[in-house]
Nanobody
Framework: QVQLVESGGGLVQAGGSLRLSCKASGRIPKNTVWAWYRQAPGKQRELVASLTSGDTGNFADSVKGRFTIARDNAKNTVYLQMSTLKPEDTAVYYC???????????????WGQGTQVTVSS
């Protein structure tokens, strides 16, 4: 089992920055793809950023140029650096790990409990 714990959320003024962290523990498959999602009140959860196996970040159009994603393998931690935050970035942010099991022929998804980010105008 894989456990994910997010941290780093909080209240910030528009234009400010935050760095979210996602600490992973347990038996982490080597083919795990890491991503950050967010869910604003009354809206569906959306993909914000993902990290390819080559450590290249893919981003939603709404956050391109403002957010970066990175990982520290030694610490089993994935980060989401958010800059130039806007009120519309307000949401609960979730860390996600997805790994494909060739044995069971399925994708296993792991989720953290979420961390609240609130951006005031």
């Amino acid at each position: 089992q894989v456990q994910l714990v997010e941290s780093g959320g909080g209240l910030v003024q528009a234009g400010g920055s935050l760095r979210l962290s996602c600490k992973a523990s347990g038996r982490i498959p080597k083919n795990t793809v890491w991503a950050w999602y967010r869910q604003a009140p009354g809206k569906q959860r959306e993909l914000v950023a993902s990290l390819t196996s080559g450590d290249t970040g893919n981003f939603a159009d709404s956050v391109k140029g403002r957010f970066t994603i990175a990982r520290d393998n030694a610490k089993n931690t994935v980060y989401l650096q958010m800059s130039t935050l806007k009120p519309e970035d307000t949401a609960v942010y979730y860390c996600n790990g997805a790994s494909y099991s060739y044995v069971f022929r399925r994708t296993d998804n792991y989720w953290g409990q979420g961390t609240q980010v609130t951006v005031s105008s």
